[in-house]
């Protein structure tokens, strides 16, 4: 569902060549780059980066080799790191004012997959969820978001439904830890552990909805089979390997994301599927 708070940016384009950022929070500082030569650091997710990661997606999408340069200046009133998805609404609101700037169009949903695809140039292994939900909404309903193709459809809520959204005060900055992604990376690991005891071709396999495709099981079929495949205790990297037969090496640079190859990117050196797995499956049913 929508919500109110959202990040603006006005934009002028230049022929300068440049892209100029500024924003009306002081803590966020200017910034600016020639535009066609973007480089979003992932190591550092400094706001600007987001910015990049929207503009670089849209000059990706229509091989844009000299985009329009701009004078940007962004208000944003969502709360950082909340689990708003503030970083998608700036990604989403880049990729736009970089299209509009360099005279282009695309459909929402066109506009929603670049901006999933590109968000994650800052290094998060998020879905498409957010930067869907941000472009998709409308007015008077909720959406049930799918993906493969992306589509969105009306849900009515039942009348008299209430939905609080409450700040927790708590923040997490998703690009500056592991956090995020070794979640992603642990259902990763998992599809490929499932795929390969059930002798299929787990290298190309990313996702637990593959193997369920692939198998031709349903979701609860699918939960008895992770009961039956993972034991409960966590897994070491070394367990992993050996599983599937390929090296630490392998799994570091062939599977995990940048920031979860380090063995100690899990609180306790190893990675915990089982539960999360259930947990996840269970959602679904
Ligand atoms: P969220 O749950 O809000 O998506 P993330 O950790 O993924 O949290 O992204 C938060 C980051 O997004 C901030 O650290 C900042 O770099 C950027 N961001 C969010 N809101 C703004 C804003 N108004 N102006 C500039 N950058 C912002
Ligand atoms: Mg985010």
Redesign the pocket.
Known sequence: MAIEQD?LIAVEPVNTQVVQLA?T?PL?LDFSTSVNNIHVNKTK???HN?FLCGLKGVQEHFGLNSSTGMNCL?D?T?P?????????A?VCCAGLVTLTANGKTLSKVELAEICTKSERYIG?EGGGMDQSISFLAEEGTAKLIEFSPLRATDVRLPSGAAFVIANSCVE????ATSHYNIRVMECRLATKLLSKSKGLEWKKMLKLQDVEAKLGVSLKEMLTIVEEVFHPEPYSGEEICTCLGISLEELRTQILSQNTQDGECTSDGVFHFKKLVLCKMSMCL
């Open positions: 990040i924003n929070n966020y997710p400094v706001w987001y962004l944003g969502i950082p790191s909340s689990g708003l998805s503030s970083s998608s700036l998060t997490m900055n998703k690009a």
